[in-house]
């Protein structure tokens, strides 16, 4: 699984950093967490917003940082069904 946080390095993108990682272990899942602060890169990705979180290439929100427990919910959707990990 490839996790990425995209920001600038703000207290915002680190706390959605802080809360991607907790979301991750809440769920079970052990996977690092990539942090791209480049704005290159960032647009290459189509990141408009920033707090934005990828999962696997997808990008997942943007503009905000949710509770763990939402977090959770929202990386555990995007996983692959159980067989197929």
Do not use: F, H, W
Not at 15 to 34: D, H, K, W, Y
């Amino acid at each position: 699984m490839e996790v990425v946080v995209y920001g600038p390095g703000c207290s915002n993108c680190r706390r959605l950093e802080a809360q991607t990682r907790a979301a991750l272990t809440a769920i079970g899942q052990e996977a690092p967490v990539t942090k791209v602060t480049d704005l290159v890169a960032m647009a290459e990705a189509g990141v408009m917003r920033t707090p934005a979180l990828a999962v696997n290439g997808a990008i997942l929100l943007q503009g905000r940082i949710p509770e763990v427990a939402e977090l959770s919910r929202i990386i555990a959707a995007a996983l692959p069904p159980a067989a197929d990990r």
